[in-house]
């Protein structure tokens, strides 16, 4: 029996959405059987223009969202370890998860686009792999304190003393991804905190050589490989007909010959023969990067076209 790959939605609003139509893509997404919504989480569009109503901040949205679902899984691909200080964090993440009754996911990244902390003041520091990892380690520190005890960090960052480690998530291990083509210190941080390891944008043939170093960073500190999740986000440009594949890839301004080569693109025959691949070298989730998110029409294609053939 060959294994079920899950189907996740995953936005990148910076480049232009509010929270309704987050809500409507994300209800829509419920309605439609996806396993996740997921969000980018950065205040500033990349490109030209300005991304016009202007940036919604992932946590915050996350929060109206666990109110106004239902079933979903809600989280972020990845939260910048810049915007946010690791114990405050480890507060907003537990909280959403009580507001959507455990169903929430933290995708933690090390923070990259220096120009939106320019943008909106946020400093953007050096050494910030270092800081993720400590953010880690106080994040999923704080989470497993028990209650009644107190939690203490000393790091070269961040210092925190007789914290009360308040409050818990609903989940009694909520769900830590990361992600990233770092061949050394990304795939130990995996291997030592991670629940899942998400792979952007990366071929089958990185997919393959990825996947191998976490699963032996997992290994080698006595971890079973299997004990992660392995998942992929791509983009994803699917259409009943040539036209269509056409229309939708010249809405996000990118061609169909691109997409194809590197995203999820073409019929949905064409796109489950990609998956497949992905599916053969160990990947069990696929995050659906959606670029137009007035196109519900492509959610429902995808959900019906697609998904049934993954499970």
Request: proline share 5%.
């Amino acid at each position: 029996m060959m294994a079920v790959v899950d189907l996740r939605i995953f936005t990148e609003p910076q480049q232009g959405a509010d929270y309704e139509t987050l809500l409507r893509v994300a209800k829509t997404a419920e309605q439609l059987g996806y396993d996740g919504f997921f969000r980018s989480d950065h205040y500033l569009k990349m490109g030209s223009a300005s991304g016009l109503p202007g940036p919604t901040d992932a946590w915050i949205t996350l929060a109206g969202l666990a109110r106004e679902t239902e079933r979903i899984r809600l989280g972020t691909l990845m939260t910048a370890a810049t915007f946010r200080l690791p114990g405050v964090l480890a507060i907003q993440v537990a909280q959403v998860d009580a507001m959507s009754g455990g169903r929430v996911e933290l995708g933690l990244g090390a923070g990259w686009y220096e120009q939106e902390h320019r943008a909106y003041g946020i400093p953007f520091p050096k050494a910030k792999f270092d800081r993720l990892e400590e953010q880690l380690a106080i994040v999923t520190g704080l989470w497993a304190t028990e209650v009644g005890k107190t939690f203490d960090f000393t790091g070269r960052h961040y210092q925190l003393a007789d914290s009360p480690a308040l409050p818990k998530p609903v989940q009694s291990r909520v769900p830590v991804l990361l992600g990233g083509l770092g061949p050394t210190r990304t795939p130990a941080l995996a291997a030592r905190y991670a629940t899942e390891f998400n792979l952007p944008f990366a071929s089958v043939e990185q997919t393959v050589e990825q996947f191998a170093r976490v699963r032996a960073a997992a290994e080698e500190i006595g971890r079973p490989a299997d004990d992660l999740v392995y998942s992929n986000a791509l983009v994803a440009c699917v259409g009943r007909t040539e036209a269509e594949v056409n229309r939708r890839a010249a809405a996000i301004g990118r061609e169909p010959v691109e997409l194809r080569a590197n995203g999820l693109a073409g019929t949905p025959a064409e796109v489950l023969e990609r998956i497949e691949r992905f599916r053969a070298v160990g990947s069990r989730r696929i995050y659906l990067q959606i670029l137009d998110l007035d196109d519900l029409d492509h959610l429902e294609l995808i959900a019906t076209e697609v998904m049934p053939h993954l499970a």
